[in-house]
Nanobody
Framework: QAHLAESGGGSVQPGGSLRLSCDYP????????LGWVRQAPGKEREGVAA???????????HYSPSAVGRFTISRDYDKNSMYLQMNNLKPEDTGTYYC???????????????????????WGQGTQVAVSS
């Protein structure tokens, strides 16, 4: 069973920054979509950012409108780790952030997963992010 492990959550004031990390199992010879999905209290899960990893060094990133210009998704190929750098955090960014994964043949599939995060089929346990003054 694949395991995803998030870390890096915490409490910050508005305007602050956090960096989330996700360790994932290697997916040799596979195309995969890795995403960050958040769930605010009382709300459904929302895709924040996703990265499609193709064969070799090919990759492509997708961002939800709320993340554009503030969040950056990246990954370390050698460490099998994915990151979400979050800057200029706002109170509405508060929630549980999950790392999620699914095999995806192309970047379009990853774009759809970011918009329909319930279709990810491997999930981490989540890490809490709280933004308040």
């Amino acid at each position: 069973q694949a395991h995803l492990a998030e870390s890096g959550g915490g409490s910050v004031q508005p305007g602050g920054s956090l960096r989330l990390s996700c360790d994932y199992p290697g997916y040799p010879n596979s195309r995969v979509c890795l995403g960050w999905v958040r769930q605010a209290p009382g709300k459904e899960r929302e895709g924040v950012a996703a990265i499609w990893i193709g064969l070799g060094s090919t990759y492509y990133v997708h961002y939800s409108p709320s993340a554009v210009g503030r969040f950056t998704i990246s990954r370390d190929y050698d460490k099998n780790s994915m990151y979400l750098q979050m800057n200029n955090l706002k109170p509405e960014d508060t929630g549980t952030y999950y790392c999620a994964a699914a095999r995806a043949d192309d970047t379009g599939s990853c774009y759809r997963l970011n918009n329909q995060p319930a279709d990810f089929d491997i999930w981490g346990q989540g890490t809490q992010v709280a933004v308040s003054s």
